[in-house]
Structure formats: structure tokens, C-alpha cells
């Protein structure tokens, strides 16, 4: 089993660095990127700073590829501690072990493709912190962690914090050999999505199943402009446990970041009209079939697929067209400024 010294004071952190409902989430991002800033050499800096208006805010993915900040290999091992504690300041502890489990399968599948050409470098600490804006608790500024698998985007506004978007990937999305044989990074994801597929009548099904085979991949992906249509079965359609599964799903993909934002989330969701909220399932329904769904309300979509590697590997993403990059929150922001 190969241990990476950054990975090392990851329960620590998370203890000491899990948010209350005590604390502002603002108020303790802002604290965590200015302790990450103040550690960085001046070459450092450039490095992962960036104007709020760069083009590089909005030029997110979460395939392998080159990519803009500092990462975890450049930083020192005091460095590293408080970049993980950035991370930590807008994620629940579930939400940060998902995350730092995501990058350490990196060296599992550099074990898994030795020997393979032309595939690109797998590195757990090849992932990128990046800072846009001055953190500030007067003006707008934003923050980024990205790399393989990962890409988690954080604005913060002064009239909230937002969290999209967001991806999460794992491969394998089931480990089958060696000494991590059983972990599922995205097991719950997958496995309440079935569940509540399978819980459907046949009439339901009929509705909520929109296509026989899976596409290859999620469909609001970050080249796409505009968001997919709502499809599938609606919240109004389904029996209260069914409803209630929905819910567990979705505060899955929520509760992967602070108790704060999930909260906040959660209530612009229910306001919006949960009932309207749809459900929708393409491919096989079995274990071990590829398969995909999407759950899609008036200004978010949840997704999740997992089709490539005969059905273990997943890629699950949330985007929301109003809070994507904070967009709304900003609007606000420079509003009540120009207001005063």
C-alpha cells in the first residue's frame, strides 16, 4: 500500500477542521486562504493567484490534463498541511474524505496501468490550488481545488458562499485487488440511485427511464452552455419513501460540503418548487450494467454515469446555472454596492 506524507495528518485535520454551525463559512474560508497565502514564496504566489475575472476561473475540468495553479508537489510539508485545511474550511468530513480518497486513487491506478503507454501521468499530488481575487470579507473572491477526478469551485460573495461546480470521479469506482479491495469512494451515490430506480412500479419506470443505454458520460460537462432539459419522473409522481429516497440522494451531493451550504442548498431547492424536481434513469438497472441518472430541478442538475471501464467508473457532477461560479451571489453583491 503506498502512504503519501501529505495524506498522512488527514483525520487530524479533518477533526480540528470541520466546520459548526457555530462558525461562518465565509468567515472561515477566508481565514483558511489567508494562512494558505501568507506560507507561499513569491513565485509561489504567482503561481496560484489569479484576478477574480481571470478566464481561468471559469475553465474548469476534471479530465487529466495541464492546468493552472500550485500543486500539492510543489508545496512544502507545512504548506501542504494548511492547503488541506483550505480544502477542509468548505467541505463536511464526509465530503473531505471523498475528496483526499479521490486523489490517493491516483497512485492506485499508476500501480494498475505500469507497464501501459501513452497514458497519461496519475499522481496524487498533482492536484491544483488556486486563489482568485483578494480574500476579503469586503469583496468578492473565489477559490479552486482541481485535478484528475476532482474539480471544486467555491465563491464567496459576502451574501454567502457558493460550491458549483462540483465533480467527483473515482477509478476504479470499486477497488477489487489489493489491500484497498472494496472501496467505493461513490458507492452511495450509486447504490441510492438504484435503489430508488428499483423501487419504482412498472408504470413509474415507464416514465423515469428515458433511454435503454447510458450516454458515455455526464451530459452537463463543462463545454456545455446551456443546461439538458428535466426528464424523467417528477417528485409529484412518487410515493413518500420514494420521495424520501430522492431526498437521501440528493443530500448526498450536497452534504459533501459544509452543514452551512448544505443547508442553504437544500432550502433554495425546496423553494424553487421541489415537487417539480425530476428523476431520470438510461441504462441497465443491474449491478455491473452501465448506467446513468440525473436529477434536475428549475436551476440545478445532479448527475451520475458510469459506463466506461465495463461499468467501474463513475463521474458524478452538480451544477446549478444561477450559482455556478456564484453568479447570482455576485449580482447581489455588486448591487447593494452600487447601491450605497
Known amino acids: 500500500m503506498i502512504t503519501h506524507r501529505w495524506l498522512l495528518p488527514t483525520l487530524a485535520l479533518v477533526a480540528s477542521a470541520t466546520p459548526s454551525f ?18 507561499l514564496t513569491p513565485e509561489q504566489l504567482q503561481k496560484a493567484s489569479f484576478a477574480m475575472d ?3 476561473r471559469k475553465n474548469w475540468h476534471f479530465i487529466p490534463r495541464k492546468r493552472l495553479g500550485l500543486t500539492l ?3 512544502t510539508p507545512e504548506q501542504r498541511l494548511v492547503a488541506q485545511a483550505l480544502l477542509a474550511s468548505g467541505m463536511s468530513s464526509r465530503g473531505y474524505s471523498k475528496a483526499t480518497t479521490v486523489m490517493s ?24 490550488f488556486s486563489i482568485f481575487g483578494t480574500p476579503s470579507a469586503e469583496a468578492p473572491w473565489a477559490w479552486r481545488v482541481e485535478g484528475h477526478h476532482l474539480s471544486l469551485n ?8 457558493a460550491a458549483t461546480p462540483s465533480f467527483y470521479g473515482s477509478n476504479p469506482g470499486e477497488v477489487r485487488v489489493g489491500a484497498r479491495k472494496g472501496l467505493r469512494v461513490l458507492g452511495r451515490e450509486e447504490d441510492l440511485g438504484r435503489e430508488l430506480i428499483r423501487s419504482l412500479t412498472p408504470e413509474q419506470q415507464k416514465t423515469a427511464i428515458v433511454a435503454a443505454e447510458a450516454p458515455k458520460d455526464v451530459l452537463n460537462d463543462p463545454k456545455r452552455e446551456d443546461f439538458t432539459q428535466p426528464e424523467g419522473i417528477t417528485v409529484a409522481a412518487l410515493t413518500p419513501p420514494q420521495r424520501a429516497l430522492l431526498e437521501e440522494l440528493v ?15 437544500w432550502a433554495r431547492i425546496q423553494a424553487a418548487d421541489w415537487n417539480t424536481v ?3 434513469w438510461a441504462g441497465g438497472t443491474e449491478p455491473g450494467m452501465g448506467h446513468y441518472y440525473r436529477i434536475q430541478g428549475k436551476t440545478f442538475a445532479m448527475e451520475y454515469d458510469n459506463t466506461q471501464n465495463e461499468a467501474n467508473h ?9 450559482r455556478d461560479f456564484g453568479v447570482d451571489l455576485l449580482k447581489e453583491h455588486y448591487s447593494k454596492s452600487h447601491a450605497k
Not at 462558525?23 to 489567508?34: F, G, I, Q, S, Y
Open 54 to 56: 481571470d478566464a481561468e
Open 278 to 280: 425530476t428523476f431520470a
Open 105 to 128: 486513487l491516483e497512485a492506485l491506478l499508476a500501480e494498475l496501468e505500469r507497464g501501459q503507454t501513452g497514458k497519461p501521468v496519475r499522481d496524487p499530488e498533482l492536484y491544483f
Open 22 to 39: 457555530a462558525h461562518h463559512v465565509e468567515t472561515d474560508m477566508l481565514a483558511a486562504a489567508k494562512n494558505f497565502l501568507v506560507t
Open 314 to 322: 463513475p463521474h458524478s457532477a452538480w451544477r446549478d446555472r444561477e
Open 154 to 161: 467555491f465563491t464567496c460573495s459576502g451574501q454567502g458562499a
Open 73 to 75: 508537489k510543489e508545496m
Open 251 to 265: 443530500r448526498e451531493y450536497l452534504g459533501r460540503n459544509r452543514p452551512e451550504i448544505e443547508a442553504a442548498e
